[in-house]
T-cell receptor, first 113, second 113 residues
């Protein structure tokens, strides 16, 4: 595709449920980032992949959050036992190399009820 | 970890005036400083970036200046237009071998016709 694609665009789930959010980066981009953005706030870093490996996962809030990128392309952010405080827009971005322009997807709006 | 402070949080200017947004950072090893524009309900998009070996960069009405000694950088928009109204985020990355992109909290710029 031409840009970073995230699915679903919207997700409503019940408290305690498990959710998976998917990110398709731009083809050939080795760096992939996950961010969380709440209303009126800047993107909050969650995790950064370089290739298949998580180069920095220091932003994951707790062990309910996990992300994978098994083949160095598509990434999935997984949230277990969702809580109302997890409600936010989850943004994915990719870049051709570290410290080059990061292109963002349109985000997944997660609502936990 | 990296700490990015952005000021002001809101900025209102008259069309044709200049706007300046400032960011400070904490990690002296950081070497990549992009600025993103986010319109309501849309994804962040890069408008300009600068690297630590350059003190200033300009692209038409937009410029960024970097003071590495003081660890701050600024976005300058001249001849503002109503379509410049958006939230602007600064970001910082590249400290050591860590390419995590850390964002400021954003500045809501309103350009009044």
């Amino acid at each position: 595709g031409a840009g970073v694609s995230q699915t679903p665009s919207n997700k409503v789930t019940e408290k305690g449920k498990y959710v998976e959010l998917r990110c398709d980066p731009i083809s050939g981009h080795t760096a992939l980032y996950w961010y969380r953005q709440s209303l009126g706030q800047g993107p909050e870093f969650l995790i950064y992949f370089q290739g298949t490996g998580a180069a920095d996962d220091s932003g994951l809030p707790n062990d309910r959050f996990f992300a994978v990128r098994p083949e160095g392309s598509v990434s999935t952010l997984k949230i277990q036992r969702t809580e109302r405080g997890d409600s936010a827009v989850y943004l994915c971005a990719s870049s051709q190399a570290p410290n080059t322009e990061a292109f963002f997807g349109q985000g997944t709006r997660l609502t936990v009820v | 970890g990296e700490n990015v402070e952005q000021h002001p949080s809101t900025l209102s200017v008259q069309e044709g005036d200049s706007a300046v947004i400032k960011c400070t950072y904490s990690d002296s090893a950081s070497n990549y400083f992009p600025w993103y524009k986010q319109e309501l309900g849309k994804r962040p998009q890069l408008i300009i970036d600068i690297r630590s070996n350059v003190g200033e960069k300009k692209d038409q009405r937009i410029a960024v200046t970097l003071n590495k000694t003081a660890k701050h950088f600024s976005l300058h928009i001249t001849e503002t237009q109503p379509e410049d109204s958006a939230v602007y985020f600064c970001a910082v990355s590249g400290g050591g071998s860590n390419y995590k992109l850390t964002f400021g909290k954003g500045t809501l710029l309103t350009v009044n016709p």
